[in-house]
């Protein structure tokens, strides 16, 4: 009795064209790119910070430029990554549009 019922509910549900489950939705990856971008970037870049301040009040100032120079190219890279992103959004509608 409860399986025939069942299966009369199941076979309405599909001949009206119901989904048994939800569409997927995206994943929202311009909200992940803005929290880290205002939550996580600046609490490590504070860090880098105490650490050179660290490392500069016991006189490693050579150790100090390094570091400092090694994140500047680390930054100028991921500048870079993001130049590229939107310089390549730009040609792919250029060249489809």
């Known amino acids: 009795m409860i399986a025939t019922e069942l299966a009369a509910r ?3 549900a599909v001949q009206n064209g119901a989904t048994l ?9 311009e909200g992940v790119v803005t929290f880290f971008a205002s939550n996580i970037a600046p609490i ?5 910070g105490v650490i050179f301040i ?3 009040s016991r006189g490693e100032i050579s150790k ?10 680390g930054l100028a890279f991921i ?8 310089v390549g959004d730009y040609l ?6």
Do not use: Q, W
Request: net charge positive.
């Open 54 to 56: 660290g490392r500069a």
């Open 10 to 12: 199941v076979a309405t």
């Open 79 to 86: 500048a870079g990554a993001a130049t590229l992103f939107f």
């Open 21 to 29: 489950a939800a569409e997927p939705k995206g994943i929202n990856t």
């Open 92 to 97: 792919i509608n250029l060249i489809f549009s």
């Open 64 to 73: 100090v430029l390094t570091s400092s120079a090694i994140a500047i190219v």
């Open 44 to 48: 490590l870049l504070a860090v880098l």
